[in-house]
């Protein structure tokens, strides 16, 4: 089993910043890829920023220029840094994980996510 611990969300100003964290811990093998996804009220989760393992960063066009999405290995940690904060940015954000873990049967990939931290962007 995997699980994923965030911390970070919290209330803050338009134009602050905010840091996520999340560190995956448990039976990993190794991880394909650490995201972060958010869920507004009333809309569907969406993603905000990817980092595959050995490969650059992806970001959803709302975040590009404004989110940072880094990734420590070693530790597996994902850090999310986002400036320029907006109303609009008020939501969810999950912690995504895609790795691979030990099973009983043999190392399998899955598929993990956090409980959620909420980040409110005030005007």
């Known amino acids: 089993q995997v699980q994923l611990v965030e911390s970070g969300g919290g209330v803050v100003q338009a134009g602050g910043s905010l840091r996520l964290s999340c560190a995956a811990s448990?039976?990993?093998?190794?991880?394909?890829?650490m995201a972060w996804y958010r869920q507004a009220p009333g809309k569907q989760r969406e993603l905000v920023a990817i980092?595959?393992?050995?490969?650059?960063?992806n970001y959803a066009e709302s975040a590009k220029g404004r989110f940072t999405i880094s990734v420590d290995n070693a530790k597996n940690t994902v850090v999310l840094q986002m400036n320029s904060l907006k109303p609009e940015d008020t939501a969810v954000y999950y912690c995504?994980?895609?790795?691979?873990?030990?099973?009983?049967?043999?190392?399998?990939?899955?598929?993990?996510w956090g409980l959620g931290t909420q980040v409110t962007v005030s005007s």
């Open positions: 448990g039976s990993i093998v190794s991880i394909n890829h």
């Open positions: 980092v595959t393992t050995g490969g650059s960063p």
């Open positions: 995504n994980c895609n790795a691979v873990v030990r099973k009983a049967w043999g190392p399998s990939i899955f598929e993990y």
